[in-house]
């Protein structure tokens, strides 16, 4: 049983977070919300989202899993504005996707689950971490950008530095306390990450809110933040590329 009906401003929240990492994506539906655990191909990085059933206008889903290609719900954003609501239910016997705007109707055909296992989250011991809004983090990967492919994140005493070297050019943005929502650094901690991903990622977010970043020396990134106006929590892990 899965019955919801959703926001098209909530649904592309979702779907964007999803389609920074893979084309394919499987839901989760419990009565008690969504779950989507996902890697992306080359194992890089991983995205874990938690929708309580307040995400959505209606909401009625009793142990089902699916999955789909995420183009498909790419096209649906694209029938809709973001007031309008979409009604989704999922037809056992045809196993396809149903969604409702209005008077239109669209059915999308869902995937084999065989081997679609959920990946195993790892449980990471990240000792520094950093709150800040969405707009500053911005700033930092836009000025990184021109510079190099990767982007370092470092965590000392009352600060946060976003920085990127290249052959010849530099970047960097020095965050104080004052300037930070939240700050707690044991000791500096300092990792190199994939530009790429890590913009992506940010774009994911949207340009409002702040967004919680748990930092280690050379460990994985975890970044937190929330969704559906507070009633989804998004969670990325990126791995770190280990300086020489």
Same mark, same amino acid.
């Given at each position: 049983?899965? &019955?919801?009906?959703?926001?098209?401003?909530? +649904?592309?929240?979702?779907?964007?977070?999803?389609?920074?990492?893979?084309?394919?994506?499987?839901?989760?539906?419990?009565?008690?919300?969504?779950?989507?655990?996902?890697?992306?191909?080359? @194992?890089?990085?991983?995205?874990?989202?938690?929708?309580?059933?307040?995400?959505?206008?209606?909401? $009625?889903?009793?142990?089902?899993?699916?999955?789909?290609?995420?183009?498909?719900?790419?096209?649906?954003?694209?029938?809709?504005?973001?007031?309008?609501?979409?009604?989704? @239910?999922?037809?056992?016997?045809?196993? /396809?996707?149903?969604?409702?705007?209005?008077?239109?109707?669209?059915?999308?055909?869902?995937?084999?689950?065989?081997?679609? !296992?959920?990946?195993? =989250?790892?449980?990471?011991? +990240?000792?520094?971490?950093?709150?800040?809004?969405?707009?500053?983090?911005? /700033?930092?990967?836009?000025?990184?950008?021109?510079?190099?492919? @990767?982007?370092?994140?470092?965590?000392?005493?009352?600060?946060?530095?976003? !920085?990127?070297?290249?052959?010849?050019?530099?970047?960097? +943005?020095?965050?104080?306390?004052?300037?930070?929502?939240?700050?707690?650094?044991?000791? !500096?901690? /300092?990792?190199?990450?994939?530009? $790429?991903?890590?913009?992506?990622? =940010?774009?994911?977010?949207?340009?409002?809110?702040?967004?919680?970043?748990?930092?280690?020396?050379?460990?994985?990134?975890?970044?937190?933040?929330?969704?559906?106006?507070?009633?989804?929590? =998004?969670?990325?892990?990126?791995?770190? /590329?280990? &300086? &020489?």
């Amino acid at each position: 049983m899965f &019955e919801i009906t959703v926001k098209m401003d909530v +649904l592309k929240e979702i779907v964007g977070v999803v389609s920074t990492l893979v084309e394919e994506v499987k839901f989760n539906a419990e009565p008690e919300g969504i779950t989507i655990k996902a890697v992306d191909p080359a @194992h890089v990085a991983m995205l874990v989202m938690e929708l309580k059933p307040e995400a959505f206008e209606k909401y $009625d889903a009793k142990g089902l899993a699916f999955a789909i290609e995420v183009d498909k719900l790419k096209d649906l954003l694209k029938l809709g504005g973001g007031d309008d609501t979409v009604v989704m @239910h999922h037809d056992e016997e045809k196993n /396809r996707l149903v969604a409702n705007l209005g008077n239109l109707k669209k059915e999308m055909s869902l995937l084999d689950l065989t081997g679609m !296992s959920d990946p195993k =989250v790892p449980q990471l011991n +990240l000792e520094a971490f950093v709150v800040l809004s969405v707009g500053e983090l911005g /700033r930092g990967i836009k000025a990184s950008e021109s510079v190099s492919e @990767h982007v370092a994140l470092s965590a000392e005493k009352d600060q946060f530095i976003i !920085s990127a070297a290249g052959d010849r050019d530099s970047a960097e +943005l020095v965050l104080g306390k004052d300037e930070l929502v939240e700050i707690n650094t044991p000791e !500096s901690m /300092r990792s190199l990450f994939s530009l $790429d991903y890590f913009s992506s990622m =940010v774009k994911a977010i949207g340009g409002k809110g702040d967004v919680k970043i748990f930092l280690g020396k050379e460990y994985p990134m975890k970044m937190v933040f929330s969704i559906a106006d507070g009633n989804g929590d =998004v969670t990325y892990l990126l791995a770190p /590329r280990i &300086e &020489e």
